[in-house]
């Protein structure tokens, strides 16, 4: 079946630039997770949905950073007035809810703030 | 806080080399641990998980098991190809799902 699809694939925004980042996951799965992952560095969390509700959003760097899944399946990351520092790939996983599951990554956004 | 430290790369390896790549963890609690892979060019692919003590993940080759006493979960291969050249993250789950990662260890596989 279909995996996990993220979408634009790459974004250059200029400084101050709004940017919108779509993730679709993989049909029927509940958990839906937003990872930053710097150049040479591992994936960091950065927030996670269990169907439309926003559990957990303590790695979200900033108030720049918004997520949302209002339907409990497609969700967005949006960042405002973007900076340099977010320069960096942006991945989307989605799991069944159970504990321990996998974790299945769609292949990122990568986004480049000039 | 829960936390993974892997061993830093690269890794250079010739042709049917036994490979081992070093990963601790610090963790409250049972955590789940894997090992994702991201070949050049490629997303992040789950290469093996255990979820409980002594459980011995494998596949495609790959092993490790997870060794309470330790706090470890290395990754080994027999014999490597240049194919399984990439980058390899160590990764834990906790009570909440999210994965926490290792910092990635690039193993560089040479005919």
């Known amino acids: 079946g279909a995996g996990v699809s993220q979408s634009p694939r790459y974004k250059v925004a200029k400084r101050g630039q709004d940017v919108a980042l779509r993730c679709d996951p993989i049909s029927g799965h509940v958990s839906l997770f937003w990872y930053q992952q710097a150049l040479g560095q591992g994936p960091e969390f950065l927030t996670y949905?269990?169907?439309?509700?926003?559990?957990?959003k303590s790695g979200l760097p900033s108030d720049r950073f918004f997520a949302e899944r209002p339907e409990g399946s497609v969700s967005t990351l949006k960042i405002q007035r973007t900076q340099q520092e977010d320069s960096a790939v942006y991945l989307c996983?989605?799991?069944?809810?159970?504990?321990?599951?996998?974790?299945?990554f769609g292949p990122g956004t990568r986004l480049l703030v000039l | 806080g829960n936390s993974v430290t892997q061993m830093e790369g690269p890794v250079t390896l010739s042709e049917e080399a036994f490979l081992t790549i070093n990963c601790t963890y610090t963790a409250t609690g049972y955590p789940s641990l894997f090992w994702y892979v991201q070949y050049p060019g490629e997303g992040l692919q789950l290469l093996l998980k255990?979820?409980?003590?002594?459980d011995k993940g494998s596949n495609k080759g790959f092993e490790a098991t997870y060794r309470k006493e330790t706090t470890s979960f290395h990754l080994e291969k027999g014999s490597v190809q240049v194919s399984d050249s990439a980058v390899y993250f160590c990764?834990?789950?906790?009570?909440?799902?999210?994965?926490?990662f290792g910092t990635g260890t690039l193993l560089a596989v040479q005919p």
């Open positions: 255990a979820t409980k003590a002594d």
């Open positions: 949905f269990q169907n439309e509700a926003q559990l957990d």
């Open positions: 990764a834990l789950s906790g009570a909440t799902n999210k994965l926490i």
């Open positions: 996983a989605s799991s069944l809810d159970r504990q321990g599951e996998t974790q299945y």
